[in-house]
Every structure is written in structure tokens, then in C-alpha cells.
């Protein structure tokens, strides 16, 4: 059972683009909705994080858009870099709980 | 503030045996998760403890068994290898059940 589905799987875009990445989810009982960043042989790290609250974080260039109504959000990455190329996943988090669900990940490419 | 620690990084083991990887927590965070992330598969969650108590546990087999201590850190065990459990396993760490959770750079385990 896909909880989250994450889209595209990969993106290429040029230096100074803004890609954008999307995640739709299906159950109304989460509660917190990141963003990870994974470069080869790491682990995921937090790049940024919204709460059900609010449409709209920005930090630094990194941008979550979140529909509550739509069950969707979305992350925009402005300005990118050739360093920005790594693998992005959503994920979402059930109220009182550990637990993340994680998208399926998308591979993305900033060229020169 | 050390963030995530797991050791060891890499693993070879052969089919049939047992594996425990370790996991310390950052310091002052009582969570524990636990993932696996293959290519398949992508990041799938394993288990969850908070102050030593399992608290969830996703979809894996028995042969799949963690345990945490006092001191928070945790440990995961996988009885009578298989070839499928060729992974990357993850271990993150949270303060509350409402804050962000934390990466470690990940178990790298091969079964021949």
C-alpha cells in the first residue's frame, strides 16, 4: 500500500533552474510532512519541514508548497547548483509517532 | 553536538548467518528508528523504540529483531541471512515524537 508517491523519479535541469519535485499522500492522520536530501554513500539529511498549519516554508532556497485540501506538496529548489545533484525524498509522519513514510526518491541532476 | 553514529559501516556476511549493527543516538535523543533502503524498495521504515520500548514495527520478518538500552542505544539484529537483505541500513534518531529525526551515515550489509 503506497502511502506517498513521489514524482518524477529523475530531473535534469541546468544551473540557475528551479526544479520542482511533488509528493501526494493519501491519509489525512499525518502530521508532518520533510524533505531529505541523500548524496551517494550517506545517509538522508533534513532539508527542510512543514506542518499541516502553514501553505507555504521557504529556507534559503529551498521552498515546500503544501495543499491540504489536494493531499499534495511539492519542493522547489531556487537558484540550483551543480552541488544540489542528489537523490530527494518526501516523506510524511503520522501524529505521535516515529515513523516515516517515504517516497520513492528522485534522482536529481543540476548541469554546469 | 556527534550526530548519528553506526558501526560498523560495511558488512559482508554469508547466507545463513546472523548480523547486529549498532546505533547511537544523538545525545539526549531517547528515539530510535530503524530503515532499510534498497533500490527496489526504496527506504522502508523497520522499528522504532523510545525509553527501550518498541513502540512499531513495519512489515519484515521475525527473523528482523532490534532492541534499545538505557543509554538509548540501539541495536538491530537480522537471524539466518538472505541474499535479499543486501542493504542499507539506516538509523535515526529523535528528540520528541514531534521533532525532526536524524540520519546516520548507515550500515552497508552484503549477504553472499
Known amino acids: 500500500q503506497q502511502q506517498v508517491k513521489q514524482s518524477p523519479q529523475s530531473l535534469i535541469v541546468q544551473k540557475g533552474g528551479i526544479p520542482i519535485i511533488n509528493c501526494a499522500y493519501e491519509n489525512t492522520a499525518f502530521d508532518y510532512f520533510p524533505w531529505y536530501q541523500q548524496f551517494p554513500g550517506k545517509g538522508p539529511a533534513l532539508l527542510i519541514a512543514?506542518?499541516?498549519?502553514?501553505s507555504e516554508k521557504k529556507e534559503g532556497r529551498f521552498t515546500i508548497s503544501f495543499n491540504k485540501s489536494a493531499k499534495q506538496f511539492s519542493l522547489h529548489i531556487m537558484d540550483s547548483q551543480p552541488g544540489d545533484s542528489a537523490t530527494y525524498f518526501c516523506?510524511?509522519?503520522?501524529?505521535?509517532?516515529?515513523?516515516?513514510?517515504f517516497g520513492s526518491g528522485t534522482r536529481l541532476l543540476v548541469r554546469p | 553536538k556527534a550526530g548519528v553514529t553506526q558501526t560498523p559501516r560495511y558488512l559482508i556476511k554469508t547466507r545463513g548467518q546472523q548480523v547486529t549493527l549498532s546505533c547511537s543516538p544523538i545525545?539526549?535523543?531517547?528515539?530510535v528508528s530503524w530503515y532499510q533502503q534498497t533500490p527496489g524498495q526504496g527506504l522502508q521504515f523497520l522499528f522504532e523504540?523510545?525509553?527501550?520500548?518498541?513502540?512499531n514495527k513495519g512489515n519484515f520478518p521475525g527473523r528482523f529483531s532490534g532492541r534499545q538500552f538505557s543509554n538509548s542505544r540501539s541495536e538491530m539484529n537480522v537471524s539466518t541471512l538472505e541474499l535479499g537483505d543486501s542493504a542499507l541500513y539506516l538509523c535515526a534518531s529523535s528528540l520528541g515524537v514531534s521533532d525532526e529525526a536524524f540520519f546516520g551515515q548507515g550500515t552497508r550489509l552484503t549477504v553472499v
Open positions: 516523506a510524511v509522519k503520522p501524529d505521535s509517532s516515529y515513523k516515516l513514510i
Open positions: 523504540y523510545f525509553s527501550e520500548t518498541q513502540r
Open positions: 545525545s539526549g535523543h531517547r528515539s
Open positions: 512543514i506542518r499541516p498549519d502553514v
